[in-house]
């Protein structure tokens, strides 16, 4: 516990009296901390990549001012660089968007089987980068209480992860699902909740590590996100737009065989 001690003093009729109270900002302290080390964690991730820009713009305009080959090579990588902190801005941007509205939930229904079509051809490219298969199976009407854009942005978020982090020339699966009851995580919604899980045959995650993927910037292999383009900040942004839906994030991993992350939300209309 972290305690603040605060004291009262008041003139009473019969002489003076103080008052102690105490007040528990454990809490406070911990959302304190949470902020300081966000901003120092998303300050260092953006000092990175700007090291290294500033690094190849010195030698570019020194040593290597005169060499037409090295300037190629150097603005690819150059340009690798900002992408990465572009990617990076985008998604602070996202995140302090989403957290802004997290306690206003949505109302509009979303039918989950055109958008994750939708989502599931834009990704083509990186599953064929990949060689890799997405199959996408939607039982039944699908339609859930919803933000469609914020919808896009955890699915891709999830199928993303499950191409980058599973096997080259591997499957991934997102099936859709209904579910009369809904997990105890949610607040239990009128018409029961929609499940949609995303398996991937990867490398798995270690039982140790599955309670801070949500955390920002938590990486397992740090090298490992960084070379596959990660920005640390994917599930901290699923996990801001399920509690904005009042959904809930599950997530089940055997190392060496997959991952499946599934997402509840609740459904618009009875089966
Ligand atoms: P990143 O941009 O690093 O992928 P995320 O927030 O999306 O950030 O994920 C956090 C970490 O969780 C990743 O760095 C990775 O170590 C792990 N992870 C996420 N999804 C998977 C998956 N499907 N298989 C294995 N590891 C995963």
């Known amino acids: 516990f972290t305690v603040a001690v605060q004291r009262l003093q008041s ?52 040593p290597a001012k005169d060499d037409p080959q090295a300037h190629a090579m150097f603005l690819d990588i150059m340009q690798g660089e900002a992408q990465r902190m572009a990617r990076l801005v985008e998604d602070l ?4 968007r989403i957290e802004q509205h997290e306690h206003e939930h949505p109302t509009t229904r979303v039918a989950l089987g055109p958008l994750l079509e939708r989502v599931v051809a834009g990704l083509q490219p ?43 020339g591997g499957l991934v699966t997102v099936t859709v699902t209904r579910k009369p009851a809904a997990p105890p995580a949610m607040p239990p919604p009128a018409f029961g909740a929609i499940a949609i899980a995303i398996c991937d045959d990867g490398e798995g995650i270690p039982r140790a590590h599955l309670p801070r993927l949500t955390e920002r910037f938590y990486r397992v292999d740090p090298a490992r996100s960084k070379s596959q383009g990660g920005t640390g900040l994917g599930l901290a942004i699923v996990k801001h737009i399920i509690n904005r839906h009042r959904g809930s994030l599950r997530i089940e991993s055997d190392v060496g065989k997959g991952t499946c992350v599934y997402t509840y939300l609740p459904a618009a209309e009875r089966d």
């Open 126 to 168: 990186q599953a064929d980068q990949r060689r890799s298969t997405i199959k996408l199976t939607i039982e039944g009407a699908a339609t859930v209480i919803g933000t469609a854009d914020e919808l896009v942005q955890l699915t891709q978020n999830l199928i993303v992860n499950a191409l980058k982090y599973g096997k080259e």
């Open 11 to 62: 003139v009473a009729p019969d002489g003076t009296c103080a008052v102690l109270t105490l007040h528990d900002v454990t809490a406070l302290r911990r959302a304190e901390q949470t902020r300081v080390d966000f901003v120092a964690n998303a300050s260092h991730e953006i000092r990175t990549p700007l090291t290294t820009l500033l690094g190849f713009i010195e030698t570019l305009q020194g």
């Open 93 to 96: 941007l996202s995140l302090s």
